[in-house]
Each structure stands twice: as C-alpha cells, then as structure tokens.
C-alpha cells in the first residue's frame, strides 16, 4: 500500500515511515498542497494524511479538491494538536474522515486501520441532486429539470464542487487549487468566465429556479438555495441528499494494530 503525508516535519515523517515499514506500506511525504495535488491526479494513494498541526484550515485545498473529484475516494485524516471537539467537528465537516493526535503514533496506527476498513466497504458519490439539478459524474452533463446540459470538464468540476456544498462559501482559492490545480493569475481570469457560462447554462443568476450561484465580492462564490426548496428539504431531507452508490474493491487491509 502506499499513502501520502503533507508536513513539513520531518522527524514526524521518519516516524510514521518507520511506523509503517513493517506492514509493508510506503509513505510519500509532500511540504505543500500543490506539490501534493499534482501527484494525486498521477498517483493512487491508499490514504492521505493532513499535518494540521496547531492551525485549523477549514479551506484546505486537498479536502476541496476530493470533493470535487469524488471519483478520488481517498481517506484523509487530519492529524493535529488541537483535539477539542469543535476543532474535530469543523475538520469532519471539512472532508476529513478522522482527526488524531499528530504526537501519538501508535494512535495515528490505529486509526489508519479504521480508516481502510471502512474503504473496503465504502460507498462513493457518483450523483447529486439538488433540487431539480442531477449531476452524474463522468459524463461532464447536468440535468436540469429534466433537459440535459452539456458541460466542459472543467465546468462540470466547478459545478460538482459547488453542487457538493450547497449553501457554503467557497474561496476563490479554493476553487482554483480544486480545479486548476494552481492559483495563477490566468486560472483566476478563467474562473471568472467558468462562472458567468455555468450560471447562464444552468440559469443560476436567480433563485427562481431552486438554486443561484451568488458572488460575495473579491473573495468567492456560494450555491445558494431558494426558500422554497429549503423548505421541501425539511419536509422530505433526501432532496438535498447525495446519492452514492456502493462499491467494493476487494481490496485486503494490513493488521494494523
């Protein structure tokens, strides 16, 4: 098996690598994000640990990034030192699925073991709805109420980000590292015209059709929900709710202890 780290701590890396070198797993350690998202989009890693350390960074760009590529179905755990409950809420709402103690190794072992057993029976987005808006991943089409729009790759990402996150605000950066990869000047232009195509082609300049996707100014974008379909979702949740679809890879899970 073979996970990856972003840390810039060395001495923890050597620990971890020596921690997992007896259950034959490989460690690849990246000081970045960006240096991390390329190689994910090479590279398959069974796990992906996240070194918080003392700081909690809800826009982590790695988190937003499997969001959006929900085909990615990597565990990622955060490892920090901060462990009061609100700081683990607000990493589980992020993306993470777990949050350990960065300083008890034998404790990050065992949560590792959770983590890829419950990926052998794991469930994955392949769909979501919102409203009268279906996405389906892998075919770059958005069905809106019932007539299907055709996206490019890169706005059917964008879409898929958002559409994960209905009501949340997303930072420009966020979606940029998410989608692009980078945050250069040109990727930031080209957001802009991303944005303006999918609210024309999936008319979300107002909430009249359920759902528009709002600027808050200089800093990013958020899926805003009408009131109406608030409303259903109260009396019916599973409107609002992402569909998955259940795989099993067969895959055999090392004996953590």
């Known amino acids: 098996m073979r ?12 620990k971890l690598a020596q921690y997992f070198e007896k259950y034959s797993i490989t460690i690849d350690a990246y000081c970045t994000e960006l240096l991390i998202l390329r190689a994910m989009r090479t590279i398959s890693y069974d796990l992906v640990l996240l070194d918080a350390r003392s ?28 462990l009061t409950w609100n700081v683990m809420q607000d990493w589980i709402e992020a993306g993470a699925h777990d949050v ?5 190794i034998d404790q990050i072992g065992l949560r590792v073991c959770v983590a890829l057993r419950r990926l052998a029976h794991c469930t994955r987005v392949d769909r979501i709805q919102v409203g009268g808006y279906v996405l389906n991943l892998g075919s770059d089409m958005v069905t809106c109420d019932g007539i299907d729009v055709s996206l490019t790759p890169r706005e ?6 958002l559409f994960s996150n209905p009501g949340k605000f997303l930072s420009r950066s966020q979606i940029i590292t998410s989608v ?3 945050s250069e000047e ?9 944005i303006y195509k999918l609210r024309k082609k999936l008319g979300l300049s107002s909430t009249a059709a359920g759902a528009s996707l709002r600027t808050v100014y200089a800093l990013g974008y958020k899926l805003e929900i009408s009131p109406d379909l608030r409303q259903a979702e109260k009396s019916a949740p ?3 709710q992402v569909e998955v679809r259940a795989e ?7 004996a953590i202890p």
Do not use: K, M
Not at 186 to 194: G, N
Not at 248 to 254: A, F, K, L, Q, R
């Open 55 to 82: 700081t909690v960074e809800l826009a982590s760009s790695l988190l937003s990034w499997r969001t959006c590529n929900a085909d990615f179905y990597t565990p990622a755990i955060i490892l920090t030192s901060l």
């Open 3 to 14: 996970f990856a780290i972003l840390t810039d701590d060395t001495v923890l890396v050597q």
């Open 156 to 161: 059917f990402s964008i879409a898929w980000l």
């Open 248 to 254: 099993d890879d067969g895959s055999v899970i090392p």
């Open 100 to 104: 350990v103690n960065r300083a008890d």
């Open 238 to 240: 599973e409107q609002l």
């Open 186 to 194: 040109v990727a930031a232009r080209s957001l802009e015209q991303h």
């Open 180 to 182: 692009w990869g980078n």
